[in-house]
């Protein structure tokens, strides 16, 4: 007997905002796979750029498409080849960049994107950790390629991603710098930044110079000053500003598009280079297994990530996600299911 659910779907790339509810049925898994009853799914700015097409050349998505990135549930059904995982287990993910779609009452995923919710998390707060602490992690480990004793400076990381990021640094043995608001200073040095610089008050360039790496989390109109402050060798990586050539190659992208992405970021890599430093930009994967090492970290450090107090219902997509791009969002904001 065929079961349905319901889910909130685009049919076409769009400036505005006009996702559907509409009832499909309920998908069925392959041996590698999970069957997930989604509990929480998160809305991100990455959301409302696969609605505008924004990101089409790095994954271009067929219509219809049931949007979401990032959530948290309970295994529903579990493939025959799937170890590790039973029915009944509490679970949080990135969902594959090819195969999104967390705006759903269920979701199949294969089994090495998930990995057990952390114990000192809800489904709330569990569904508001995979995507920035995978970004995080990635950046860290892969991108720059830090090491212990290496200084890390995250301008504007007083916000959801510097609360992942900085104890993942820290646990690695690098020295944290920040930059943020006055109300975030206590709470970004309590969890373990070695130096917060007020942005009202202290102007970054003029306070620090060469550290090994920043990450940018602000955009193309901050990237002269970061780069001003590293170390010839050093290295800048943006989750903002845009890719360049080497980001296409890295993703495997066919050569038009490397070519492509080599003349969006050719000024971005001019400007690096005659920094004396490497620019490079990052789109954030799943991972199973990278979540396992993620979770010791949050558990470590009773990380509890901050979680937008307004609820929203699947009925209420659009609400939500006009939320996340014109309100001012205290946390992540969540679908409820």
Known sequence: MRTYMKTA???????QIHAEVIETTKPEIQANEVLVQVKEAAVNPLDLMNIDGSVKLIQNYRMPLVLGNELSGVIEAVGSQVTGFEVGDAIYTRLPVPKIGAFAEYVVVSADAIWHLPSNLNFKTGAAAALTGLTAYQALHEELQMKAGQTLFIPGGSGSFGQMAIPLAKAMGLTVIVSGNAQAKSRTLAIGADQYLDYRTENYWDVLSKVDAVIDTLGTS?????????????????????????????????KWKQWLFGLAGAKLDRQARQAGVTYGFMFVRASGEQ?????TVIEANDIVPAVDPKAFSLADVNEALRYVKDGHPQGKVLISF
Not at 242 to 250: D, I, L
Not at 291 to 295: A, M
């Open 291 to 295: 979540l396992r090492d993620i979770t």
């Open 222 to 254: 901050a990237i002269a000053h970061e780069l001003a402050i590293i170390k010839p060798g050093g290295r800048l990586l943006s989750l903002k500003a845009g890719p360049n050539k080497q980001f296409a190659v890295n993703y495997g992208s066919p």
């Open 9 to 15: 779907q685009i049919t076409r790339y769009s400036k």
